[in-house]
């Protein structure tokens, strides 16, 4: 479905004669134009409300692999905003899962070395991603990278922390409806809500009429 819009409005811009050099030249950084060319993908969007239409349809048609179709729709969600990030987002995520799995090995001055670098690590590409971001007009960098941070801290106070499931990891990490807008939660707030989530669908009613009102 997300293809074919984006094919549909590619047809149709250079149909009714828009420029698209730009779009091509910029399309591996942003999905967002002014032109109004490609799709927002923003929460008071159309687009926005097929996307978790189909999202929230595979999640209760599949028994099994929820966590995977989470995840997966997380890196959609955000790779339409801008895939060169995406692709950030993903080094910072395999970085400080790797740094919670040596956290998990080592004893004494070497968990202290390993936190720190960690924490630098991802302070130093917040503030590159900042920088070039403010030019590109990137979103929800710093939502994921404190995550990253406050995960990193917890697993060298605790190996008890660690998470060894990389899925269940990136998806806390790159969870969508909160990877633009927060807020930031520590991983053992929602490892459970990963594993075993009730759903009492008077509440998503709710919520889905609370939306559409907003929208």
């Given at each position: 479905l997300?293809?074919?819009?984006e094919?549909?409005?590619?047809?149709?811009?250079?149909?009714?004669?828009?420029?698209?050099?730009?779009?091509?030249?910029?399309?591996?950084?942003?999905?967002?134009?002014?032109?109004?060319?490609?799709?927002?993908?923003?929460?008071?969007?159309?687009?926005?409300?097929?996307?978790?239409?189909?999202?929230?349809?595979?999640?209760?048609?599949?028994?099994?692999?929820?966590?995977?179709?989470l995840?997966?729709?997380?890196?959609?969600?955000y790779?339409?905003?801008?895939?060169?990030?995406?692709?950030?987002?993903?080094?910072?995520?395999?970085f400080?899962?790797?740094?919670?799995?040596?956290?998990?090995?080592?004893?004494?001055?070497?968990?202290?070395?390993?936190?720190?670098?960690?924490?630098?690590?991802?302070?130093?590409?917040?503030?590159?991603?900042?920088?070039?971001?403010?030019?590109?007009?990137?979103?929800?960098?710093?939502?994921?990278?404190?995550?990253?941070?406050?995960?990193?801290?917890?697993?060298y106070?605790?190996?008890?922390?660690v998470?060894?499931?990389?899925?269940k990891?990136?998806?806390?990490?790159?969870?969508?409806?909160?990877?633009?807008?927060?807020?930031?939660?520590?991983?053992?707030?929602?490892?459970?809500?990963?594993d075993?989530?009730?759903?009492?669908?008077?509440?998503?009613?709710?919520?889905?009429?609370?939306?559409?009102?907003?929208?």
């Amino acid at each position: 479905l997300y293809l074919f819009l984006e094919l549909a409005q590619f047809l149709v811009a250079s149909l009714n004669g828009y420029d698209l050099k730009p779009w091509l030249l910029a399309k591996a950084f942003s999905f967002s134009f002014e032109n109004g060319i490609l799709i927002s993908m923003y929460f008071n969007s159309i687009s926005y409300f097929i996307f978790l239409a189909v999202i929230v349809a595979m999640f209760y048609a599949c028994a099994k692999g929820k966590g995977i179709i989470l995840f997966l729709a997380s890196y959609i969600f955000y790779a339409h905003f801008s895939l060169v990030f995406a692709f950030l987002m993903l080094f910072s995520t395999v970085f400080a899962y790797s740094c919670s799995i040596y956290l998990s090995h080592f004893d004494g001055k070497q968990r202290k070395t390993i936190e720190v670098a960690g924490i630098v690590f991802n302070v130093l590409l917040l503030c590159s991603c900042k920088l070039i971001g403010s030019l590109l007009g990137a979103v929800g960098i710093s939502y994921y990278t404190f995550k990253a941070i406050s995960y990193i801290v917890d697993c060298y106070k605790s190996n008890d922390a660690v998470e060894k499931n990389f899925i269940k990891f990136g998806l806390y990490i790159s969870f969508f409806p909160q990877l633009i807008a927060g807020p930031i939660v520590k991983y053992r707030d929602i490892s459970l809500e990963i594993d075993h989530r009730t759903v009492k669908f008077e509440g998503e009613g709710i919520g889905g009429v609370n939306s559409a009102v907003r929208f």
